[in-house]
């Protein structure tokens, strides 16, 4: 959280929306000078776009606790906000760091993010997972990395592969999908071959090969997830 805040000094208003966090995180929030405000988890996308109802100045710039800003986009961004073009919003590649090096390959970079928009202009949405913000206007681009700090080390990131396959499987649902033998089989495998060979995976060595089985994994527990909920079904009847 300190490194988050830290690396946006020119904000205006800093507001943090926290959802009963047992750690410190609301006493490092508050001693950079945020609002923190308690809210209960309404999920990713809902706990975003309420952060986003708290906001008042013009331009909103949303990160997660584990992002940062790079020196360079710190730069890139006063500048451009201080210019005032015709955009409502930006997108900025994303750099990812996770067992000890920066991952450049495997379909994690340059993972473009719109984080930077004009507030009334900008809104979250998606599913269960993977919310984005739409706007409603022209988006630029920008140059400079958004640094993201994944994962702490392997045991989260198994925990939360096993967390989005759980969200996964939601999304499945609500969208009324059936379970597939062939989805359960070849979907995962594509995933690993698409992130390591195809995304050229391998080339981040070690860690290029433990992200992409980590990422078929998570895809492969996704429609197991679908398979098992029919007997859930099945008990409650």
């Known amino acids: 959280m300190a490194r988050c805040i830290q690396s946006v000094p020119f904000a205006q208003e800093i507001i943090v929306l926290d959802s009963a966090s047992k750690d410190k995180t609301q006493i490092i929030a508050k001693s950079f000078g945020a609002r923190v405000i308690d809210q209960s988890f309404l999920g990713y996308r809902e706990q975003k776009q309420k952060a986003l109802s708290f906001a008042t100045q013009e331009w909103v710039l949303s990160l997660d606790a584990d992002e940062a800003l790079s020196p360079q986009l710190q730069e890139e961004i006063k500048k451009t906000v201080g210019n005032n073009g015709p955009e409502d919003g930006y997108r900025m590649p994303r750099c990812s760091f996770h067992l ?39 988006v630029g681009s920008l140059k400079s990395d958004l640094h993201h700090y994944v994962f702490k080390n392997l045991e989260e990131q198994i925990n939360t592969n096993n967390q989005f396959s759980s969200l996964g499987c939601i999304e499945l649902v609500r969208r009324n999908q059936r379970f597939s033998m062939f989805r359960l089989i070849f979907r995962p495998l594509w995933k690993f071959i698409e992130c390591y060979l195809w995304k050229g995976g391998l080339l981040d060595g070690p860690p290029g090969l433990i992200i992409a089985l980590g990422a078929s994994q998570s895809l492969f527990l996704k429609y197991a997830k679908l398979w098992e909920r029919k007997f859930d079904s099945v008990e409650t009847n």
């Open 100 to 138: 000890n090096r920066w991952i450049k390959h495997g379909g994690w970079y340059p993972d473009y993010q719109t984080r930077l928009f004009r507030r009334l202009k900008g809104k979250w949405v998606g599913g269960e997972v993977h919310e984005y913000v739409q706007i409603d206007g022209v």
